[in-house]
């Protein structure tokens, strides 16, 4: 993950740096796009709660460059395509500087398609690592952040002597 984040992080931050840039601009606008309906949809009031609490506390301590940041919720839907369409508009109307995406990694690819180079677009849930679209920062763990170090322990301290499931011919 870090080699991804190293990799992508100095092209976000050229794209970043044109919109702090800008003179006029006073309020970074940050478009969060969240499924609010859907299996996915369970995640909207935790995912928006949280999102809103960090901008809060980040206006109350300077904002972002010391600019203050405001919160766009943006609804995702149900599938690939509905995420795209979500993140189309207010791009193009330039209502929104990036996009925050707390969504199913089925619908990641579509959404890095259609902002392009538009916009910062930041990746936040857990997902495969396998991500290569240079225009995507994931800040997620994998699987494989997650489970190892408890499964390196258990052979080490439990004296654990066989993985699970295991594959069989």
């Given at each position: 993950?870090?080699?991804?984040?190293?990799?992508?992080?100095?092209?976000?931050?050229?794209?970043?740096?044109?919109?702090?840039?800008?003179?006029?601009?006073?309020?970074?606008?940050?478009?969060?796009?969240?499924?609010?309906?859907?299996?996915?949809?369970?995640?909207?009031?935790?995912?928006?709660?949280?999102?809103?609490?960090?901008?809060?506390?980040?206006?109350?301590h300077?904002?972002?460059?010391?600019?203050?940041?405001?919160?766009?919720?943006?609804?995702?839907?149900?599938?690939?395509?509905?995420?795209?369409a979500?993140?189309?508009?207010?791009?193009?109307?330039?209502?929104?500087?990036?996009?925050?995406?707390?969504?199913?990694?089925?619908?990641?690819?579509?959404?890095?398609?259609?902002?392009?180079?538009?916009?910062?677009?930041?990746?936040?849930?857990?997902?495969?690592?396998w991500?290569?679209?240079?225009?995507?920062?994931?800040?997620?763990?994998?699987?494989?952040?997650?489970?190892?170090?408890g499964?390196?322990?258990?052979?080490?301290?439990?004296?654990?002597s066989r993985?699970?499931?295991k594959?069989s011919?």
């Amino acid at each position: 993950m870090q080699s991804d984040l190293r990799r992508t992080a100095p092209g976000f931050a050229a794209r970043f740096a044109d919109i702090v840039r800008r003179q006029e601009l006073r309020m970074i606008r940050i478009g969060l796009l969240i499924a609010q309906s859907g299996a996915s949809g369970i995640w909207a009031p935790s995912s928006e709660a949280c999102a809103q609490l960090a901008v809060d506390e980040i206006n109350a301590h300077y904002g972002l460059l010391g600019d203050e940041v405001d919160l766009t919720i943006i609804d995702a839907g149900r599938s690939a395509a509905s995420a795209a369409a979500a993140v189309d508009l207010p791009i193009g109307l330039d209502e929104i500087d990036a996009v925050v995406g707390m969504i199913p990694s089925y619908q990641r690819a579509s959404v890095s398609t259609m902002i392009g180079e538009r916009v910062p677009f930041i990746y936040t849930p857990q997902f495969e690592g396998w991500e290569h679209d240079r225009a995507i920062v994931t800040v997620g763990e994998t699987a494989h952040e997650l489970l190892q170090p408890g499964i390196d322990w258990l052979f080490e301290n439990k004296a654990a002597s066989r993985r699970w499931p295991k594959i069989s011919a």
